[in-house]
Every structure is written in structure tokens, then in C-alpha cells.
């Protein structure tokens, strides 16, 4: 199972939207309803912040928001903070209870 | 407070062998399935093995079947993975993750080092 596609790097000024990809096949991304983000700053856990293409965890900022057309995935970061600067990776349900992660994009708030 | 603590990373030789362990607290443990995920040094993460709450389904990356196992301890809330014939490319932070009502892997820990090297 390959990788899914996201842009390496994404940026944005403090208060601006930015919006990440995260491209697969119709045997992943496309097949199933079942795509998730995380937040993830280097040397923490990495934190769910969008599951199932666009349901937000209790207690995650709305400012994050997911959806999904085909076999592209997307993350949508409005009003950008210092602090949302991490990486953000893409995941996909693939069948038989088993998942794959997209490459990841790092977030720089200039 | 929902906490996943692992241990046991390190260095090991090439073809050596490495058991990780990550212990649960603050959730009903039984009732989840476990993963463990990996993020290799620059790289992103990456799924490696999962384990059904009973423990009567696993499933495993191409990139380490044959060669990990993943089991779980109900009693003792903890997940693990026995890392056998291992390879520089499996230098890696592994971490612990749950999945849960909220999706694939709601709650993760820190993460443990290995280093594959000679």
C-alpha cells in the first residue's frame, strides 16, 4: 500500500486559512468515508484532530475542518496561529481493518 | 486522564531482536483495538500493527510481516511488539495509539526510540 499524497510544506500569516491535500486511490482515500488528520509537533504525541473525512474530536478547535471530493482528502486550517506551526498527516482506512498515512506537511505560520 | 506510556526502544545490532511495550491507563482498555505506528528519522508515520480488543485479530504492514508481533495483555492493559530480524530501515520512534469511538488512533503516547545499528 502506498503512501498518500500530501505537499511537503504548506504556510500562511497569523489569521489567514491555508489548506492541505491528501491524494490516494479509490482503494483508500476515494473507498471508504473513514480519513483522518493529526496534528503532530516534533518530539510530542501526535493529536487526532479530524476523523471520518470531517468529525472533529471533542475539545479540537474548529478552527480545523476536513472534507473530501473523489480520491483527495482535505484539511482546512482558518484564523492560523503561531502555534497551529507543526506537522500535519493525512491517514486512510484501506480494508481489513488496516490504514496507510500520507508523506505529511509541515505548516509554517510566517 | 488518558495516558499510553511505551518502553523498551534502544540500540540493537542488525538481525537482533527488540520487545516493545506500551502501558494503557484512564481507558477502558479491553474495549479498544491497538496500533502501533512508526516514524522513521525525517520521514513521516507509518502503520505498522494492530490488534483487535480480544486479541483474535492482527494485522500487520507489508513492511514488517514476517518478522514483528504484535500481542496484548488485558489484565495488565498493555499492548506489545516483538521486533525480530531487524533492519537499519527500522530505525524508527514507535509509538502506541488507540482507536477508539473517535477514529484510528484517538490517543497516542510519546513514543520510543529504536536505532537499528552496527
Known amino acids: 500500500q502506498s503512501a498518500l499524497t500530501q505537499p511537503a510544506s504548506v504556510s500562511g500569516s497569523p489569521g489567514q486559512s491555508i489548506a492541505i491535500s491528501c491524494t490516494g486511490t479509490?482503494?483508500?482515500?476515494?473507498?471508504?468515508?473513514?480519513v483522518s488528520w493529526y496534528q503532530h509537533h516534533p518530539g510530542k504525541a501526535p493529536k487526532l484532530i479530524i476523523y471520518?473525512?470531517?468529525k472533529r474530536p471533542s475539545g479540537v478547535s474548529n478552527r480545523f475542518s476536513g472534507s473530501k471530493s473523489g480520491n483527495t482528502a482535505s484539511l482546512t486550517l482558518s484564523g492560523l496561529l503561531p502555534e497551529d506551526e507543526a506537522d500535519y498527516y493525512c491517514?486512510?482506512?484501506?480494508?481489513?481493518?488496516?490504514?496507510?498515512f500520507g508523506g505529511g506537511t509541515k505548516l509554517t505560520v510566517l | 486522564e488518558v495516558q499510553l506510556v511505551e518502553s523498551g526502544g534502544g540500540l540493537v545490532q542488525p538481525g537482533g531482536s527488540l520487545r516493545l511495550s506500551c502501558a494503557v491507563s484512564?481507558?477502558?482498555?479491553?474495549?479498544?483495538?491497538m496500533n502501533w505506528v512508526r516514524q522513521a528519522p525525517g520521514k513521516g508515520l507509518e502503520w505498522v500493527a494492530n490488534?483487535?480488543?480480544?486479541?483474535?485479530?492482527?494485522n500487520y504492514g507489508d513492511s514488517v510481516k514476517g518478522r514483528f508481533t504484535i500481542s496484548r495483555d488485558n489484565v495488565k492493559k498493555s499492548v506489545f511488539l516483538q521486533m525480530n530480524k531487524l533492519r537499519a530501515e527500522d530505525t524508527a520512534v514507535y509509538y502506541c495509539?488507540?482507536?477508539?469511538?473517535?477514529?484510528?488512533?484517538?490517543?497516542w503516547g510519546q513514543g520510543t526510540l529504536v536505532t537499528v545499528s552496527s
Open positions: 495509539a488507540s482507536w477508539g469511538a473517535d477514529g484510528p488512533f484517538d490517543y
Open positions: 484512564g481507558l477502558t482498555f479491553s474495549g479498544y483495538w
Open positions: 490488534i483487535k480488543q480480544d486479541g483474535s485479530e492482527i
Open positions: 479509490s482503494s483508500d482515500v476515494g473507498g471508504y468515508d473513514h
Open positions: 471520518d473525512v470531517a
Open positions: 491517514c486512510s482506512y484501506v480494508g481489513g481493518n488496516t490504514f496507510v
